[in-house]
Structures are given as structure tokens and as C-alpha cells.
């Protein structure tokens, strides 16, 4: 069995919290969590130039498009957010054209079946022993100062 990811993503796209908040938080978030200290990798604290992706890697099967309905191949999001691919440190503006209906739509707009996050921060977690919860996350909202979300990842 592989890895299991959890990112804490800010809802805002270039929202990013100060070094000591999201120290705080992502303290608080190893706790909740049940990873121990001892264990590496077990908690990344990331802030990132531009806008980067939280992909759910195995997770994500679907891809909706929010213009005319039509499915999007999930190997073109992969192509288009991978590391090798064509935005390798992030992005400016996640406007793109959609190979579905040739629109001009936002990443963060598409449809996917399992969340996807696009953020300047993000809290990275490596296999939790315990499940976050609506509640956790309410507080680790609080205590980082902005709205979170959960993305879960099997890469």
C-alpha cells in the first residue's frame, strides 16, 4: 500500500497566512491527526511563488467541464499539472482552453469527481492515523486566520 496525502489548502487561490500561523496550525494539525514527531516525512509547511495544484492523483476519475457539460480527459489535467509538463513551477492565472468545447475556463472552475486544490500555501500531511474531521478542520480554520479545505491524495 502507498502513501496517503492529506493537503490543507486555503480556499483563496493566493491567500497565503504568516510563517508563525502556519507553524501554529500545522502543529495543531499533526496532533489531531495522530502522526508522531519521529516520523519523516509526516508534515510539510509549503509557500510557493504561484499558484500550485494539490492533485488527488488516483483518486480523481472524472473531470467535468462547467460550460457545456462534456467530460475532460483526466490524463490532459495531468499532463497540464505535472511537474515535467508545461507549467512546471505553478501558475499565474489558471485560465485555460478545454479541449471538450475550446472555452477559455478557470482550472479551479472545472468539475471534479474528488477535490482538487490550487493555492500559494498549503499544510502537507503523510499518512494521518487519524481522519480530519469537519470539526478539526473548523478549527485549524480558526487557527491559521482563513477557510481551509481537505484534499485527499493517493499518489
Known sequence: MGDFIVYLNPTSLTWQPTQEAAERTATEARILAGIPQNIYP???VEFFPRITVAHPF???ERIGC???GGEIDVEWFDRLTDLNGPYPDGFDDL???VPCCGDLVS???LHYDWPVGFSRFRI???NPQHELTDEHLAKLSMT???ELRLIHAHP
Open 42 to 44: 509526516s508534515i510539510a
Open 58 to 60: 488516483e483518486n480523481l
Open 66 to 68: 462547467p460550460r457545456c
Open 95 to 97: 485560465a485555460t482552453t
Open 107 to 109: 482550472l479551479a472552475d
Open 124 to 126: 502537507t500531511l503523510w
Open 144 to 146: 491559521l486566520g482563513h
